[in-house]
């Protein structure tokens, strides 16, 4: 099994910024591709961000040209910045791994981080 762990919650004014870290107990190189995920009170889980195997990139249009993902494969880690922040990106903020085969094939989640944005 593989475990995700997020980092970097917190509290943040509007048009603040935040940096997300989640930390795999694998290679992210095992992942064909990871992503961060956001769920607001009342509301569905939601796609904020994903980065493929070629380093492909995709954004919700919500969090287009504000938050950035990326992954440093030495640290094991997967980030999100997140810049410009507004009072609606407030949720607890998920990451996501997927690993097609092999013994770890599977979705993996993270525990959740929250995120407030509120002056």
């Known amino acids: 099994q593989v475990q995700l762990v997020e980092s970097g919650g917190g509290l943040a004014q509007p048009g603040g910024s935040l940096r997300l870290s989640c930390t795999a107990s694998s290679s992210l190189r095992s992942f064909h591709s990871m992503g961060w995920y956001r769920q607001a009170p009342g509301n569905q889980r939601e796609l904020v961000a994903t980065?493929?195997?070629?380093?492909?990139?995709n954004y919700a249009d919500a969090v287009q040209g504000r938050f950035t993902v990326s992954r440093d494969y030495d640290k094991n880690t997967l980030f999100l910045q997140m810049n410009s922040l507004k009072p609606e990106d407030t949720a607890v903020y998920y990451c996501?791994?997927?690993?097609?085969?092999?013994?770890?094939?599977?979705?993996?989640w993270g525990q959740g981080t929250q995120v407030t944005v509120s002056s």
């Open positions: 996501n791994g997927h690993v097609p085969y092999g013994s770890l094939t599977g979705d993996y």
């Open positions: 980065i493929g195997s070629f380093d492909q990139t």
